[in-house]
């Protein structure tokens, strides 16, 4: 039976009274490739914008294993237990449609994800970094319309995922696990300076002991950056989201961020940098497409190509060439 696809009023209106069927339908569009669809995805964005930003958003990175899904089940439930709507989205370029979502996976969040004040939803897949991460960006818009004021945003500690999330969220938090020996090896510097709250998870049982030392290593690597223009300094801090430990504390940490920044008006600042940030990526994402998609660019790229193999031309003067056409 075919259902008669519901009207861009209707899916704003549904959003807006908190509706999760059409705030999900609302999010598929935005995910569709289907050029037919972007005007509607388009229309939903703006329609819900107005409604968007009464939110506090929380970008939660670290390497596979290190226990994201665990902490976010913890931390959306203590959410949730304090009455705050929380939706959970992801960032994982490398998701594809066949192999499924590995991040904000429902079945990892088997608690959170039966809670009805919560929303859990798949990261956008079969897409570059970019793409999925202005999808991302978009579902946020629509969940808050929807009335999720803690968004959390999950992404892998790998490759650039991280900086694009960065990008998009009020608070950082880096997880971390105490290694064998030698904490900060193999940390990228970027990431901890990102930062705005390192926890070291798995801080029970055996682990305690280490994780301790990383506390004080890690305090020590993070007095070496310089202040943040946010006023804010970086702690680390011990949690257990197995045990439901030290997650609390990390709540708290984040509502005096968020006071903190209000009160300096960087919050709204920091926002309005990052739209202005997504109004450029979002011209040069669609230039870029533009410009190789293009039937006649694609043809006389191939052939510049083959001459700068021959010899014949210089990268400088091909890109001349090409970017002469029309697009
Ligand atoms: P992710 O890949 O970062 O999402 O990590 P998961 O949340 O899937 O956790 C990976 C493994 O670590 C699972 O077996 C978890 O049960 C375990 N784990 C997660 N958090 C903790 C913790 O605080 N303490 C302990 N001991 N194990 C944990």
Same mark, same amino acid.
């Given at each position: 039976k075919r259902h008669k696809q519901p009207s861009t009023e209707d899916l704003i209106s549904g959003i807006l009274q908190g509706d999760i069927t059409a705030l999900s339908r609302a999010i598929t569009l935005i995910e569709s490739k289907n050029p037919?669809?972007?005007?509607?995805?388009?229309? +939903?964005?703006?329609?819900?914008?107005? =409604?968007?930003?009464?939110?506090?958003?929380?970008?939660?990175?670290?390497?596979p294993g290190v226990g994201k899904s665990t902490f976010i089940e913890s931390f959306g439930l203590l959410a949730t237990s304090l009455?705050?709507?929380?939706?959970?989205?992801?960032? *994982?370029?490398?998701?594809?449609?066949?192999?499924?979502?590995?991040?904000?996976?429902?079945?990892?969040?088997?608690? +959170?994800?039966?809670?009805?004040?919560?929303?859990?939803?798949?990261?956008?897949?079969?897409?570059? +970094?970019?793409?999925?991460?202005?999808?991302?960006?978009?579902?946020?818009?629509?969940? #808050?319309?929807?009335?999720?004021d803690t968004i959390i945003i999950e992404t892998v500690g790998v490759g650039q995922s991280e900086t694009a999330v960065h990008s998009m969220v009020d608070f950082f938090l880096l997880l971390k696990l105490a290694g064998?020996? *030698?904490?900060?090896?193999?940390?990228?510097r970027g990431i901890m300076e990102m930062a705005d709250l390192i926890a070291i998870n798995k801080a029970d049982g055996d682990n305690l002991k280490q994780a301790k030392v990383a506390k004080?290593?890690?305090?020590?690597?993070? =007095?070496?950056?310089?202040?943040?223009?946010?006023?804010?300094?970086?702690?680390v801090m011990l949690c257990s989201a197995l045990k439901n430990e030290g997650i609390q504390d990390i709540w708290e940490q984040i509502q005096d961020y968020v006071s903190l920044t209000y009160k300096t008006a960087y919050f709204n600042k920091k926002r309005s940098e990052q739209n202005k940030f997504w109004l450029i990526q979002?011209?040069?994402? =669609?230039?870029?497409?533009?410009?190789?998609?293009?039937? #006649?660019?694609?043809?006389a790229l191939e052939k510049q190509l083959q001459l700068i193999e021959e010899n014949k031309t210089t990268p400088f003067a091909a890109a001349d060439y090409l970017l002469r056409f029309k697009v």
């Open positions: 037919s669809h972007f005007e509607k995805a388009n229309a +939903l964005i703006k329609g819900c914008l107005p =409604h968007a930003n009464k939110s506090v958003r929380i970008g939660i990175t670290g390497v009455g705050k709507q929380v939706a959970v989205l992801a960032v *994982d370029p490398s998701s594809s449609v066949s192999r499924g979502s590995i991040l904000g996976d429902k079945t990892r969040m088997e608690a +959170l994800v039966k809670e009805p004040k919560a929303f859990i939803r798949p990261s956008a897949s079969g897409e570059s +970094l970019g793409g999925v991460a202005r999808k991302t960006r978009e579902t946020i818009i629509l969940c #808050e319309a929807a009335g999720f064998a020996g *030698d904490e900060l090896q193999g940390i990228k004080v290593e890690f305090n020590r690597a993070l =007095h070496l950056y310089p202040k943040k223009s946010s006023g804010w300094q970086p702690k979002t011209i040069e994402e =669609h230039l870029k497409s533009n410009f190789f998609n293009d039937k #006649e660019i694609k043809v």
